[in-house]
């Protein structure tokens, strides 16, 4: 089966995509950028189509659309089964219009990624009539919640498969966990709250100022927030307190992920987040914002908290959790591992679309 992944290139989390699908399809790949060298091993580069767009996290990347032209030329080529354009409302709409328009004879499964379906289509009349017709010409769509399956259902999808972005494999139980140590390491852009999280952990650094070692907060990853947040915690009351580390490559983050005791993820919007299961799986407790996707994950006081808006955390609610803070992360990693690596979703999705047949080659 011939397969046409298409999103961004030198994003983690589409070569995670690549890596689940290569020994499983005969994989090709078109990047709205270029691509990370961690394709190289994975498609080679006959099978590679690098557009050098830039899109922009915020949204409103409709110059990828002037790409169409090449994207149709290289595809007819190509003669692919399926098209799986990742997140719908760029890469999404870029496959439908080369299968509607282009001529392209292939069908596609999306997959949504969050925002796509959580947000967008809410800005603009026009971006959820968009939505919708991408979702309607997608054969199969795959989503990573519950909560977001029902969303693209509302929207017109036909078949939604719905299994978390998931771990490549289960870390090894850490052998040491700090009690004291936070890990955050959301986007610093308006989207994930960074500001809240500082408000969260101040509200905690208060709340138990006889703790030995004092809480300590590492703050990953980088946006256009971040020299605000470096202003925010420099003021008294997390002064000295907080670490901003900027983005982290894998091993460094998993590092961060194996001492950490807790883990902070507050956004305003979210399907299921890989970084919240990835600090579930190395058994952080997950301090998170009440979205519906995040109500599937935890049992709130019991294996995590869900912190109501405008709540922050306190010592009441925090010290159930830190008694039996290694019974609560063993259980988290217990869970991921049941319901949450990623290979055997891929293998089912693999095996969903040969059921459903791709398009008929020349």
Known sequence: MRLVLIGDGQSPH?????????????????????????????????????????????????????????????????????????????HGTLAWLAVRFGGVKARIAGSAWGSDILLTPDKSPL?????????????????????????????????????????????PWPEHKDDAL??????????????????????????????????????????ALRPALEARAAQPDLAGKVQFVGRLDAATQAGCYACARWYLS?????SVSVSVLEAMGHGCIPILSDLPANRELVDDGRNGLILAEGELPTRARLAPLAAHA???????????????????????????????????RA
Not at 54 to 70: I, Q, S
Request: neutral net charge; charged residues 20%; proline residues 7%.
């Open 326 to 360: 290694d019974a609560v992360g063993a259980d988290l990693q217990e869970w991921v591992g049941l319901h949450a690596l990623f290979p055997a979703s891929v293998q089912a999705y693999v095996q969903r679309l040969e059921q459903l047949g791709g398009a008929t």
């Open 266 to 270: 507050l956004p305003a919007s979210d």
């Open 182 to 223: 936070f890990f955050a390491n959301r986007a610093l852009e308006a989207l994930y709250r960074p500001e809240r999280v500082l408000d969260a952990f101040a509200a905690i650094a208060r709340d138990w100022p006889e703790a030995w070692p004092a809480p300590r907060l590492v703050v990953a990853h980088d946006g």
């Open 14 to 90: 589409l070569l995670k995509w690549a890596r689940a699908l290569a020994p499983r399809v005969e994989l090709w790949a078109i990047s709205s950028r270029g691509f990370d060298a961690g394709f190289d091993a994975l498609v080679p580069p006959e099978r590679r189509l690098a557009l050098g767009t830039t899109p922009r996290f915020e949204g409103g990347n409709a110059g990828l659309l002037r790409a169409l032209p090449t994207v149709v030329r290289w595809l007819k080529a190509a003669q692919p089964d399926w098209l799986a354009p990742h997140y719908l409302t760029s």
């Open 127 to 171: 971006m959820r009539w968009l939505t919708r017709r991408v979702l309607q010409a997608c054969a199969l769509t795959t989503s990573d919640s519950r909560h977001m399956a029902e969303r693209m259902r509302a929207l017109g999808a036909r078949e939604v498969m719905t299994f978390p972005f998931g771990l490549e494999a289960l870390p």
